[in-house]
T-cell receptor
Framework: KAGVTQTPRYLIKTRGQQVTLSCSPI?????VSWYQQTPGQGLQFLFE???????NKGNFPGRFSGRQFSNSRSEMNVSTLELGDSALYLC????????????FGNGTRLTVT | GEDVEQSLFLSVREGDSSVINCTYT??????LYWYKQEPGAGLQLLTYIFSNMDMKQDQRLTVLLNKKDKHLSLRIADTQTGDSAIYFCAESSNYGGATNKLIFGTGTLLAVQP
């Protein structure tokens, strides 16, 4: 079974631009979560989607948004990029979210200059 | 509030056992997880333990859970240089059972000396 696939692996953007990251979950998994990893803040929860609905959201500004499609694939968008948005963005999928383990992809490394 | 704490660094010799410790605060956590992260990679799920268990063994890995003290440990037997990585402990934080938000520790860097 293929794992969680994230594209692209690396991105370089300029302040003020916007970016879209993509995530394909493990086949059969219906829950997709996004996490941000930075050296200063560690791993922080962004949001979780299940059956195309956002079930939970972390403490991030409204510039961070996401969506999930009917095939469970997910995208996250960051608008008006700031230098502090430079991070590794990790997507995780699980069978149903609650009480099922999360499997992570290799992440998208975003650098904002 | 929710918090997970880990020591930052552990150095062991190849062939020795490694023990990585973690404390958590949310007594309602259903599952507790151990993830491994190698340089430039994502998080690899190593093992997880249900909160009503005390111990789980999986090949070289042994997880011990002390619910009373909210303490979780990961023991790696016969540690190899390939085990060098950052190890994250995480607790699940359920919201009415509807979601599975993980709270991660800061990670423990395991350095294995040949």
């Amino acid at each position: 079974k293929a794992g969680v696939t994230q594209t692209p692996r690396y991105l370089i953007k300029t302040r003020g631009q916007q970016v879209t990251l993509s995530c394909s979950p493990i086949s059969g998994h219906r829950s997709v979560s996004w996490y941000q990893q930075t050296p200063g803040q560690g791993l922080q929860f962004l949001f979780e989607y299940f059956s195309e609905t956002q079930r939970n959201k972390g403490n991030f500004p409204g510039r961070f948004s996401g969506r999930q499609f009917s095939n469970s694939r997910s995208e996250m968008n960051v608008s008006t990029l700031e230098l502090g948005d430079s991070a590794l963005y990790l997507c995780a999928s699980s069978f149903n979210g609650a009480n099922s383990p999360l499997h992570f992809g290799n992440g998208t490394r975003l650098t904002v200059t | 509030g929710e918090d997970v704490e880990q020591s930052l660094f552990l150095s062991v010799r190849e062939g020795d056992s490694s023990v990585i410790n973690c404390t958590y605060t949310d007594s309602s956590s259903t599952y507790l997880y151990w993830y491994k992260q190698e340089p430039g990679a994502g998080l690899q799920l190593l093992t997880y333990i249900f909160s009503n268990m005390d111990m789980k063994q999986d090949q070289r890995l042994t997880v011990l859970l002390n619910k009373k003290d909210k303490h979780l440990s990961l023991r790696i037997a016969d540690t190899q240089t390939g085990d060098s990585a950052i190890y994250f402990c995480a607790e699940s934080s359920n919201y009415g059972g509807a979601t599975n938000k993980l709270i991660f520790g800061t990670g423990t860097l395991l350095a294995v000396q040949p």
